[in-house]
């Protein structure tokens, strides 16, 4: 089956193409291949001469603050009066709002012209952390410019007509990455002795990688459709997950300090507070995916004599 997709040389995106090359034949769409998102007649080439019948679109901009950042620039050219204007501006400015937003557009009107099936993988930034779980039949409502932006991607790809899957994970994390996760920047920070100050109450529900390729890869096999949490199954605060990694992986657990949103996010953008996604909807497929507890093992595992 031949796959063709944007941001797999990401975080997640390496790890799709490595653990599933022998079962997919992937075509790259990116910089390196020539092609920018945000060149619409670029984008529209590579899927139209592409054989693959499934696109998959993982690139974003997905730094949250430096997406805060974007937003009054990003209102400012959406004032502007000609869409020509606005292409222009965002092919210039690379904002949270054009690679989000505009990027997602040109994939969405390039697959409805190719009538192509396209994953896109979204957040679970989507929702506003007042509820204490949120399942897939619940309403988004972002808080913050980055998950305002992929929210908007979210609603072009749902009203596109097109055969879809949107997927939201949630702090993804793996054994091995030239761009660090969460999980390796506290290990690193705990290796040198750094103390760390982490939130108490905000909930999160980070997930193992491989599984997220592995869930993903049964849902392309079964040619589902709709909107998928695939993350976690265990639910925890920030404070909890480095004393995990602390005692996993024997590091000084004493390093590590409470804090709460309010003072650890002061002057940044907008968190939501609970972010509790159930993953319900997956497990009734048989789609089983690890507690945090049992994805540090493996990824120490993985990681092998590095921290043994």
């Not at 089956?1 to 941001?7: H, Q, V």
């Not at 998102?37 to 001469?49: C, T, V």
């Not at 990027?103 to 896109?120: D, H, P, S, W």
């Not at 996993?248 to 953008?269: Q, V």
């Amino acid at each position: 089956m031949r796959i063709i997709g944007t941001g797999l040389t990401g975080l997640i995106g390496t790890r799709f193409t490595e653990l599933l090359g022998n079962a997919y034949q992937f075509e790259f769409i990116n910089l390196e291949s020539g092609v920018n998102i945000l060149d619409k007649n670029k984008i529209l080439d590579a899927i139209s001469s592409s054989k693959a019948d499934l696109v998959i679109h993982m690139a974003a901009k997905t730094n949250v603050d430096g997406c805060e950042s974007d937003k009054e620039k990003d209102l400012e050219i959406l004032r502007l009066n000609s869409d020509k204007e606005k292409e222009s501006a965002w092919i210039r400015e690379q904002t949270a709002y054009a690679i989000n937003v505009f990027g997602t557009r040109n994939i969405v009107e390039a697959c409805q012209k190719n009538n192509k099936k396209l994953i896109y993988i979204s957040t679970d930034f989507v929702f506003d952390g007042t509820k204490k779980h949120y399942t897939e039949n619940d309403i988004p409502d972002p808080v913050n410019w980055y998950a305002k932006t992929k929210h908007e991607g979210e609603k072009l790809v749902e009203s596109s007509g097109l055969k879809f899957m949107i997927v939201r994970p949630a702090y993804p994390y793996r054994a091995y990455f030239e761009r660090n996760d969460f999980v390796r920047v506290i290990i690193e920070k705990l290796q040198k002795a750094e103390k760390l100050n982490l939130v108490t109450d905000h909930i999160m529900v980070p997930t193992f990688i491989d599984d997220f390729v592995n869930a993903l890869d049964i849902l392309i096999q079964r040619d589902e459709t709709g909107i998928f949490h695939v993350v976690g199954s265990q639910s925890i605060t920030p404070y909890e997950a480095a004393v995990k990694i602390a005692r996993a992986f024997e590091l000084d657990e004493n390093l590590i300090s409470k804090t709460t949103r309010r003072e650890y996010f002061a002057g940044k953008a907008p968190r939501p507070f609970c972010l509790n996604l159930k993953n319900d909807r997956i497990n009734r497929l048989g789609i089983e995916m690890s507690s945090f507890d049992n994805g540090l093992k493996e990824i120490k595992a993985q990681m092998g004599r590095l921290y043994l």
